[in-house]
């Protein structure tokens, strides 16, 4: 395990009470210009995928539609329901609309750098904590409290049920969030965001052209489960499609916000938003090396791209290749199923990050620990004790769900014919749609044919009295 003296945090000691109220000034408006245009390349991207144009009649290109969108969810009416309790409605947005902010505070967006006609040099992030990767997720933790706030004060039914679906989401998905970013705590040694940085500067020297140069030592290249199971995590954390089931559309109208509208909507639409960008800059500090440049740009002029205010540009980019990704999955994957959902991070998501960080706690205890051959042994042999009782219990796990399956179909049997009841209605659990329920067409089950000659034969004999 390396020493925190080998990955150093960033030095503020040169901050004055104006370089810090600029740094905040800096990542307001950042995140603001960062939604406008986040929002506008979603709209884009998916238009592009569905083949359609998207915004492109609100100037060039269509730049200036979310901010039309935004005047006009200024001017909109604000409803305010009867049986809402009003200033718990009112205070929720502004809840989430803050804490969204607080998040990016600890996020490096480069090294030192001059300030600009100063002689000032100061980090490119505006504060630092040893346990800032944990002050983010506490962060994270408390602007939930928005959503379950907002619909539980509304009054009705759907946002309710909304609130209360991002909550146990929210619950189980920031586990495995949690666990996922342990193995990055164990390798860099620091919770700090900028000592974890500092971590990944190299992973080994290569020569080049003659010319020795540092390999990338991002820890998604290093820990990669740990890497897909944040980027799962990170989609339900932040509500977003195929995860976004407190908003569901088809069963909750609009969710925790139904009743919401004008500037309060207009707060919960920024903080989905300005979240996205917050989980996409925590997996870039963490796993891509942060503001450092790819290799091998970081290998020109002996690492010039890595100074100076080159890094901001890398993070950007980075950070919106997170973005991309999702919205690539909101236009192709669809929406599931809640108890599907849910199943998948109690029971796959949760016990892989345990297994993992049991697998990569033995492996740093081998290379950085003087051990003896029968330790060695000793630790090995516990590490096969502890996967073997985790494979059994996932194979009684798998029987439990069998039998579980199998009363499900005493009681509501092998098949559903989903079209029964005049609306489609999803299959339970062990249950399989019935092929025999006939052809369906726009949605619905289509009409039998009718035997038009037995009906006109019938029609005439009414009239001639046979």
Partial sequence: MRHLAENPAADFSQDTIWVVLGKALFVFVFLLVATILAIWGERRIVARMQSRPGPNRTGPFGLFQSVADGVKLLLKEDIIPKASDRIVFFGAPVVSAITCFLAFTVIPFGPAAKIPFTNITTPLQMTDLPV???????????????????????????????????????????????????????????????????????????????????????????????????????????????????????ELVGGFHTEYSGAKFMMFFLAEYINLLTVSGIATTLFLGGWRAPWPLSAIGDGVLNTGWWPMLWFILKVFCFFFVFVWLRGTLPRLRYDQFMRFGWKFL????????????????????????????????????????????????????????????????????????????????????????????????????????????????????G
Avoid: K
């Fill in 132 to 250: 800032a990767v944990l002050f983010v997720l506490a962060v994270a933790a408390v602007g939930v409290y928005g959503i379950v706030l907002g619909g539980w004060s509304s009054g009705s039914t759907y946002p309710l049920l909304g609130g209360l679906r991002s909550s146990a989401q929210v619950i189980s998905y920031e586990i495995a969030m949690g666990l996922a970013l342990i193995s990055v705590f164990l390798y860099a040694g620091s919770m700090s965001t900028s000592s974890i940085v500092a971590a990944q500067a190299s992973g080994g020297r290569a020569t080049l052209f003659g010319t020795t140069v540092d390999l990338p030592s991002w820890y998604a290249l290093q820990l990669p489960v740990a890497f897909v199971i944040y980027c799962i995590a990170m989609v339900g954390e932040t509500n977003r499609a195929p995860f976004d089931l407190p908003e569901a559309e088809g």
């Fill in 350 to 465: 949760i016990p892989a990050g345990l297994v993992w960080i049991m697998a990569v706690s033995f492996i740093r205890a081998l290379r950085t620990q003087q051990v003896t051959d029968g330790q060695r042994y000793l630790l090995l042999a516990g590490l096969v004790v502890v996967l073997g009782i985790a494979f059994t219990g996932y194979l009684l796990q798998g029987r439990a769900e069998e039998q579980a399956d199998e009363a499900r179909r005493l009681v509501y049997g092998p098949e559903l014919d989903p079209f029964e009841g005049g609306y489609p209605v999803p299959p339970m659990p062990g249950q399989t749609v019935r092929r025999s329920a006939g052809p369906v067409l726009a949605g619905r089950a289509t009409v039998p044919a009718r035997d038009v000659e037995a009906e006109a034969t019938s029609d005439d004999e009414e009239v001639h009295g």
